[in-house]
């Protein structure tokens, strides 16, 4: 079992910036990937961006250059530092780790980005 707590979340306006923390019940080099989810209103679910255990991340192409994929294995911790967000960028987040082929998911966190 792994339990995840995401804090961060918020409103902001167009063009500026938050950051994502997630925080894991156990270390995170021993899930084989730790990621960022979002769901918008009457959308699925969709891939924000992961790392992996070897620190390979992957992202959406509607976020590269402006969201960043971080970790923090003291702190068993994930980060999404999000830029440049657009109104389009408003959503739930979840993270999401991936462990021996099961996923577990925090409880989401509102990001709300406004015009």
């Known amino acids: 079992q792994v339990q995840l707590v995401e804090s961060g979340g918020g409103l902001v306006q167009a063009g500026g910036s938050l950051r994502l923390s997630c925080t894991a019940s156990?270390?995170?080099?021993?899930?084989?990937?730790m990621g960022w989810y979002r769901q918008a209103p009457g959308k699925q679910r969709e891939l924000v961006a992961q790392?992996?255990?070897?620190?390979?991340?992957n992202y959406a192409d509607s976020v590269k250059g402006r969201f960043t994929i971080s970790r923090d294995g003291a702190e068993r911790s994930v980060y999404l530092q999000m830029s440049s967000l657009k109104p389009e960028d408003t959503a739930v987040y979840y993270c999401?780790?991936?462990?021996?082929?099961?996923?577990?998911w925090g409880q989401g966190t509102q990001v709300t980005v406004s015009s």
């Open positions: 999401n780790a991936v462990r021996s082929y099961l996923d577990y």
């Open positions: 156990l270390s995170i080099f021993s899930v084989n990937a």
């Open positions: 790392i992996t255990s070897a620190g390979s991340t």
